[in-house]
């Protein structure tokens, strides 16, 4: 890999007379890409759950790449791992006694971040009552983000509504910080005033460590002035093989392992292949970051510990790559991005390509993608931050399941993608050109007590 010969595909030659940008070379190699993602990708790697063993190995594997591409840790950090916690809360035990009446377990739903509560009196508590007619939904969210203690009694009428809360309940909290402030009771069904009360509770807390793996390539310019490259690389690991598996074939070997091939094996591939060339190259005039995200199937956990870690005004532009594995509607490599409305980045970028290569619109406005992968973590602190993708999300059969796998990808749309993202960054990477800005999303959405 020492060779310094540019590698000058097909696919840049042919496009070569149409492309504005000075240097089409592309200094990364296609059977190192090939071979990054089906490492990842691999039977070996078992998914990539998040607090698997098989993660760290992923991380590893990605810390050894920026190691060999020559890329520096963060300013400040002496590894290119980024290691925090993350804490769950979940419900122990419970029970609850309104008026002296012991409440069946089913009409019962609590939550709070501490390790427990118990109450034995009314008058330091908030009482609600949930009629029929009211709208649950909303009432819970004002009482969420109000805090304090809350004894909620709801209607029978809401009973689905009261049973999803509850599951979401029973699942246990997840968050980067824990925040003691207040805790819910909800109680389904019950008639009357509350003069007396009897509530324990107990939680399990647990604290577990998750790692992003982040490298830097310093550009000419200061670093208050980056761009960030990023995919996620966590899967969802390894099904139990019960409950729709037996509608399979018997004589089918049962695959059990969510590979994430495309989801996000792809998107990680690209982004170290990106690395690989800007080091190669040599000459950029912004900082560039990489950034590998964990936990984002678990609701973009990694990037957003990442993002608090960041100050967003140094960051000219994110280019978050998902799910690059298969060809696009648009045709084999070309590339679609969530968002294209919020900011004039798809112009920008689309400056440098032949009009056939274009990145197009986000297809599937319905599916809400923009604020759904790690993009939306910086975004919503003003980065002009976009998801880019090349799969046809509406005949997408393998999303998800363990056909999501090294088999099913389409190794030559990967590599005309990630020309494409290369050919489509020169201006951002040589400073020639910066987006506008997104506009920041005030942060009203956290509640305290959930
Ligand atoms: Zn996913």
């Known amino acids: 890999m020492k060779t310094k010969l540019p590698l000058l595909s097909l696919i840049a030659a042919a496009t070569l007379t149409a492309c504005s940008s000075t240097n089409n070379a592309l200094y990364f190699e296609r059977t190192q890409l090939q071979q990054d993602i089906s490492y990842l990708a691999s039977d070996d790697l078992k998914g990539r759950k998040s607090f698997s063993k098989e993660i760290d190995v992923a991380a590893d ?4 790449r920026f190691t060999s591409i020559g890329l520096q840790p963060m300013p400040g950090t002496q590894s ?3 290691q925090f916690n993350l804490h769950s809360v979940t419900p122990k035990s419970v029970s609850v006694a309104l008026d002296g009446q012991p409440i069946a377990a089913e009409r019962v739903a609590t939550v709070s971040q501490s390790a427990g509560f118990s109450w034995q009196q009314t008058h330091d508590l908030v009482i609600t009552h949930i009629s029929a007619d009211a709208d649950l939904r909303e009432q819970l969210r004002k009482l969420n983000q109000k805090g304090g ?8 009428a809401h009973e689905e509504a009261f049973s999803r809360y509850q599951n979401y309940f029973n699942n246990g909290l997840t968050k980067l910080e824990l925040k003691d402030q207040g805790a819910m009771v909800l109680v389904l069904g019950y008639e009357g005033e509350v003069k007396g009360l009897e509530v324990k509770v107990a939680n399990e807390v647990k604290t577990q460590q998750l790692t992003n793996v982040v490298g830097v390539l310093p550009g000419k310019r200061k670093d208050t002035d980056m761009v960030l490259f990023s995919a996620h690389y966590d899967h969802l690991g390894e099904s139990k093989g019960e409950q729709g598996d037996h509608k399979q074939e018997e004589s089918e070997e049962q695959d059990t392992i969510y590979n994430g091939a495309n ?3 792809s998107g990680t591939g690209a982004m170290l292949n990106l690395a690989q060339h800007y080091a190669h190259l040599g000459d950029n005039e912004r900082t ?12 973009l956990i990694g990037s957003k510990h990442f993002a608090k870690t960041q100050n967003p005004d140094a960051i000219a532009a994110m280019i978050n790559i998902e799910m690059i594995g298969k060809p696009s509607a648009f045709g084999s490599g070309n590339l679609w991005m969530t968002g294209a409305d919020k900011s004039d980045l798809q112009a920008l970028l689309n400056q440098s390509l032949p009009q056939e290569d274009h990145i197009q619109a986000n297809p599937y406005p319905k599916l809400n993608l923009f604020y759904r992968s790690d993009n939306a973590s910086l975004a919503r602190l003003g980065v002009p931050a976009h998801s880019f993708s090349s799969t046809d999300m509406a005949n997408n059969d393998h999303y998800h399941t363990p056909k999501d796998e090294l088999a099913n990808l389409d190794f030559e749309s990967i590599y005309k993608s990630v020309t494409l993202l290369v050919m489509a960054s020169e201006p951002l990477v040589s400073a020639k050109a910066t987006p506008s800005r997104v506009a920041p999303l005030k942060d009203d959405a956290e509640g305290k007590i959930y």
């Open 80 to 82: 290119f791992k980024q």
């Open 263 to 265: 989801d996000n094996a």
């Open 61 to 64: 594997y990605i810390v050894e």
């Open 149 to 156: 203690n809350h004894l909620v009694l709801i209607d029978k």
């Open 288 to 299: 560039l970051m990489f950034a590998a995200f964990t936990a984002e199937e678990m609701g």
